[in-house]
C-alpha cells in the first residue's frame, strides 16, 4: 500500500535542518532589526515556501499578533482569504466568542470555527484525568450551546469512543489532506514564555522557527499526519511588551476580557486564554470566577474537581510549592509506585510511570549519585521532590523539567553542600531499614 501523494517539499524544506554541535543550544544575539520586522520577513519565507498557509488561532494576544502580521502579508501577495483554524474549547468567555466572531467577519479570512470532542488534561482530578469539549454524551452539561458556525465532524476521525478520541495536535494533520500540498500552520509560540518553548526554537541554526509537524504526543498514525505538515512560530522572539505594543501602534482588534483582567488587577504575565484545566493552566481558574461568574458556575459541574482546583491548585495538595512528607520506613521508588497509583487510572498510570522512569535514566546516565529528598542535584537538577510533583500530578506534556544551568562554580559547591546535607538524612534512614530487614526473622 503507497502512501498519500502530496507535493514535494520547497528547496529550502527538502535540505537537512543544521543542527547545534553536541546538541547545545542556540544563545541570544543582538541584531540590528527589530522583531517586527523580523517577523514579517518569516512569514513572507514562509508563503513563498508552502503552497497552504493556515493560522491556528485561539483569540488570545498572541496569536492575534500572528493573524494580523500574517493577513498582511497575505493581502500584500494576493493569498487571501487566509486560512484561520479555531479551536473550540466549551469553556471559554463570551467575549472570545464575540472576538472570534469579528475575526471571522473579515472577508480575507476564511475561519474554521471545530467544535469536536478532542481530548483535553482536566489536572484537576485524579479519578478524570481527561475531559472532551463538546462530547455528545455531556450534551446536559455542555457550557454552552454549539455555535451556529461549528463544524462538528472531521473526515477520518471516529470520537464516537472516548477512548479513540485524540488530542488536537493529534487530529489536526486531518485537516490539512495531501491536496492541499505542503502545509504550514503558524502558531503564537514565543521564547520567553517558558523553558520548553524557547528549548523548542533554539536547537536548529537554519530555520530555527519552522518545524516539521510530526502528530503531537504519539497518538497519531501515518493517516492522521500525511506528513505534508509543517509548524512555525513567527514572533518567538517576541516579549510581552511587544505583544501588547502592537494592537496599540496598528490600532488591530483583540479579545476584551484582557481589560477585564487587568482592571480586575492581574498583570500582563497573568493574563493568558488557554485550556483551563492543564497543570499550570487550573493555577488561574479562579481569573474565571472573577471574570465572568456566570460561566465559571457552569464550568465548576462540567468538568470534576474544577470547584476544588480553583481553592486548592497553588497548595500541596496538587504539588505546588511544596510536597508531602514521605511516610516514615518506605523509599521513594516504593512511595513513588503508591502514589502513580492512587492519583492515576490505570491507562494515565503508565504514562506517567514511564515519564518517571525516562527522567530517572536521564538522572543516572549523568551521576551514579543517590538523589536527595528535596535539593537539587548540582548536575542534573533532579530530586525526588521533581518525581513527587509528577507522581501526584502527571507530566503529560512534558512540561516538568529538571532547573539546570550554568553555574559559577562557588554556586555549584554550594549546591553540593546542600544536596549531601539533604541526602544524609535519608542514608540514615535507608540504613536502619536494611538493618530491620536483616534482624526480621
Known sequence: MTGPEYAPPHPALGRPYQHNPKQSRLKPQVVEQDVLTLARERLRVL???????????????????????ALEVARELGRTPLDVVFWDEECIYSENVDYVRRVAADPDVALRWMCVPVKHRNACSSESPLWYPWAPEDRHLWIRDLPYEAITEIPGYDYRD??????????????????????????????DESLIRRAAVSR?????????????????????????VWKAYPIYDWRTEDVWLAPKLFGWDYCRVYDLMDKLGFG???????????????????????CEPELWDRMVYRVPGAATAKRYSRTELYAFGGVPTKPPGITYEAWLRDLVQANFPPKE????????????RMHYRKTADLLAPTADHPLTGYSWAFFIKIAMRGNFKDRRQPNIG?????????????????LAPYLAELAEMKALEGAAP
Open 162 to 191: 472516548p477512548a479513540n478520541r485524540l488530542s488536537v495536535p493529534e487530529v489536526s494533520g486531518l485537516l490539512f489532506p495531501p491536496t492541499l500540498g505542503n502545509v504550514v500552520q503558524l502558531l503564537g509560540i514565543r521564547a
Open 204 to 228: 536548529r541554526a537554519v530555520d530555527n522557527y519552522i518545524v516539521k509537524d510530526t502528530g503531537g504526543y504519539g497518538g497519531a498514525n501515518n493517516l492522521q499526519h500525511a506528513g505534508n
Open 47 to 69: 508563503f513563498e515556501r508552502f503552497d497552504h498557509v493556515s493560522v491556528s488561532f485561539s483569540g488570545g494576544k498572541d496569536s492575534t499578533i500572528v493573524l494580523n502580521l
Open 349 to 360: 498510570a503508565a504514562q506517567v510511570s514511564k515519564a518517571i522512569r525516562a527522567h530517572l
Open 406 to 422: 550554568r553555574r559559577p562554580p562557588e554556586q555549584v559547591q554550594r549546591m553540593y553542600e546542600k544536596y549531601r546535607a539533604d
Open 268 to 290: 500582563p504575565r497573568q493574563q493568558r486564554l488557554a485550556p483551563p484545566f492543564g497543570e499550570e493552566p487550573m493555577q488561574r481558574l479562579d481569573q474565571y470566577h472573577q
